[in-house]
């Protein structure tokens, strides 16, 4: 299976992160994000990361054991809180893959962009059109400005869950 979320930002220790998300603290927070994922993903599965993973500079090995936690291959795209020695932290994970700045997927003859960013694609007269998919918005909507062809997979609109594959193109096919 193939699944896809952003915006862990574990261990960013401020209150509109973690209280907007629901949680007393950053640990319970921390917390319930990997219980989530690790209750849907399985090892075998592929995941794609959309950007920001982790905060907190002082907290990298801390950040590198709940990554790791994480099941699944984990196929990471930077976002705008990724610095390099971060995304050289992620590369000392035994379960991330690959880093990319973006990405095209093929699924299901569907081509989804995954960006840490909502993009506006530029083929979107194709059929059926190319996908956006993105975090970095912290919003609970799944579409970008009602978009249809434009699908966040960010933690914040799924309970801190990751979404598979399927979900966003049959949320793609709703609009």
Not at 64 to 89: A, C, E, F, P, W
Not at 109 to 137: A, E, I
Request: glycine content about 6%.
């Amino acid at each position: 299976m193939i699944y896809l979320t952003s915006d862990w930002h574990l261990n960013h220790d401020q209150p509109f992160i973690w209280s907007a998300r629901g949680f007393q603290n950053v640990e319970e927070m921390n917390a319930a994000i990997v219980q989530r994922h690790n209750s849907i993903v399985q090892d075998g599965d592929d995941v794609y990361v959309l950007g920001d993973l982790c905060m907190n500079k002082d907290k990298m090995e801390e950040n590198r054991q709940l990554i790791s936690s994480m099941r699944g291959r984990l196929h990471v795209i930077v976002g705008n809180h990724d610095s390099d020695k971060k995304t050289m932290m992620y590369l000392c994970c035994p379960n991330v893959i690959e880093i990319a700045p973006a990405t095209y997927l093929k699924y299901k003859k569907r081509t989804l962009f995954l960006s840490h960013y909502p993009c506006f694609t530029g083929n979107v007269d194709s059929k059926p059109p190319v996908l956006s998919t993105f975090g970095h918005t912290h919003q609970k909507e799944i579409y970008y400005n009602d978009i249809p062809y434009m699908i966040n997979v960010g933690v914040d609109a799924h309970d801190c869950y990751p979404v598979s594959i399927d979900d966003v193109l049959k949320w793609a096919g709703k609009k």
